[in-house]
């Protein structure tokens, strides 16, 4: 999916506002053993390694039934029972080997006095009372080894059940909230409005293109061709299907589409721009609840054939980089919500895609995203005043470019595994739809960009988290609740944007707000 999923001190926050987060050293979270578990200052690595990344296990316990239906809801085949009979035995297990460590430190502590009395005895006795307290003695000396053996055979059944316990656990969705429409796949999908650009000089998807411009529409793949500015068939050659590559005019307009993009956020809404990795590892995809369910969409760096220790993984969104920035980490309150926008090139396989929007630039291997992220409190209300705030600055950015678009309530069956709510927008490409009278497509809206709401997911998967009252707060600390959306994909984006922009003569109008990172050009062609 297009959203699964900037400098300095500029304009108004929106709902909030970020600073600089405190960062909190927590070496107890390091993994055991691993080669990479060593120290690299308040943010390293170790601090990534959260040692059981779940659910909230607490309120599976308390109301199984709603995660039951959450799952049925989403379409997710996750066995709750097994999960529950799992976690008692875990329970149970653990409850013993406490129980048996505390009896461990209790003999620990009486075994010297208790053999001291009996050698005094054993002095002095003879016959069966002797034999009585040589036996005594020995059942003395053998106890904490037999605990000790005890406490070693509960360890390896807690081997067995740990991560059989943990897979399950990773494959239990996030429960939709109330308010989803219940639905089986895109297909039930609900409209919310459409935005079409107003005369006299708009789009309207409510008309025919002709009505429109006057003229029959070329494809982005005509119009790109002919102007010289995408080459399919060397991308091809170079990369296999689903590739392109972009040159001359065509990349300019890319980069000047992601360069607004990222003035518009950091500028108009005062996000903060970071630069993330694109290859992480397996522990950041995780984390962001992009495995174990998108791995069969992800591209993997096998270093582990080569000596490397551990793989690695491309990222088919920023958003994994931007939350993995604090995984492990205790954020100051007063930091929150932090606002973070990147422009980051993703990679997606789009295994079970075949055959599906092969032509042109809709489905593709790589491409450039600017993805906006919001880490906020642990609260509903605020969860959701953010999403609609993240979806109010996109289609202020689309309606800015002119182009037309609708705003669609993802149904349940269709929100994946880690969104309590999505919103998809769409925007109107000429060259989809069916074919028209004449052959020609007839138009239709595509889908380019996706707000999502995680509540706390994602963070209780990577371990961040705040405590309430700030430094001076007491008690435990909270998962911070996650939200992200795009702000533009490209070159899928430029699909709406050239074909809408055509002339009559193959020429493509420059939209007013591009033209600075155009130098001041007006038309291509």
Not at 163 to 189: C, F, I, Y
Request: aromatic share 6%; with cysteine.
């Amino acid at each position: 999916r297009a959203g699964r999923g900037r400098f300095g001190a500029w304009g108004r926050g929106g709902p909030g506002s970020a600073a600089t987060p405190a960062r909190r050293f927590e070496p107890h979270l390091v993994r055991r053993g691993h080669r990479d578990a060593r120290p690299r200052g308040p943010a390293g690595l170790e601090n990534f390694l959260h040692s059981r990344p779940m659910i909230d296990l607490k309120a599976l316990r308390e109301d199984p039934r709603r995660f039951r239906d959450g799952a049925r809801k989403k379409n997710a085949a996750v066995d709750i029972d097994r999960i529950l009979e799992l976690d008692a035995r875990r329970r149970a297990l653990l409850a013993e080997q406490e129980n048996l460590r505390a009896e461990q430190n209790r003999i620990a502590k009486e075994t010297g006095p208790a053999l001291g009395q009996l050698m005094g005895r054993l002095k002095k006795a003879e016959g069966e009372e002797r034999a009585r307290l040589e036996a005594e003695a020995e059942e003395i000396k053998a106890r904490p080894q037999q605990l000790k053996a005890r406490i070693q055979e509960l360890e390896a059944e807690l081997q067995g059940v740990g991560p059989e316990l943990d897979a399950l656990l990773l494959t239990v969705p996030l429960p939709p909230d109330e308010d989803v429409p219940v639905g089986a796949s895109s297909e039930d999908n609900v409209e919310i409005r459409r935005w079409d650009a107003p005369p006299p000089h708009g789009f309207s998807a409510a008309k025919t293109f002709e009505e429109n411009k006057g003229f029959a529409p070329r494809s982005h793949v005509e119009l790109m061709e002919r102007l010289g500015m995408v080459d399919f068939e060397r991308g091809i050659k170079l990369a296999g299907s689903r590739s392109y590559v972009l040159k001359g005019d065509g990349f300019a307009l890319h980069q000047a589409i992601l360069r607004y993009a990222l003035d518009f956020m950091v500028a108009r809404h005062g996000f903060t721009p970071v630069s993330v990795p694109t290859l992480v590892r397996e522990e950041a995809m995780v984390g962001t609840g992009f495995f174990p369910a998108g791995r069969d969409q992800t591209y993997q760096v096998e270093e582990s054939k080569r000596g490397g220790g551990y793989d690695m993984f491309l990222t088919g969104t920023g958003e994994v980089g931007l939350m993995g920035l604090h995984a492990g980490e205790i954020l100051d309150e007063a930091s929150l919500p932090l606002r973070y926008v990147t422009v980051s090139t993703c990679y997606r396989r789009e295994a079970g895609a075949a055959g599906k929007d092969t032509a042109g630039l809709y489905r593709i291997h790589q491409f450039d995203k600017v993805e906006q992220v919001v880490i906020c409190r642990a609260d509903e209300q605020e969860s959701r005043r953010w999403h609609r705030a993240m979806i109010g600055y996109v289609e202020e950015l689309l309606q800015s470019l002119g182009l037309p678009h609708r705003l669609l309530q993802c149904c349940t069956g269709d929100l994946g595994v880690k969104n309590a709510d999505m919103v998809d927008i769409e925007c109107w490409m000429p060259s989809r739809g069916p074919d028209g009278p004449d052959g020609r497509p007839t138009g239709a809206y595509g889908e380019t960009h996706s707000a999502s709401r995680l509540y706390d997911f994602q963070c209780r998967r990577l371990n961040m988290r705040y405590r309430p009252g700030g430094e001076g707060g007491k008690g435990p600390t909270v998962f911070c609740h996650s939200l992200n959306n795009t702000v533009a994909a490209s070159p899928r984006i430029l699909i709406p944007l050239v074909e809408i922009y055509q002339n009559a003569d193959g020429s493509i109008t420059v939209p007013e707000v591009l033209r600075p990172y155009m130098q001041g050009r007006e038309r291509i062609g």
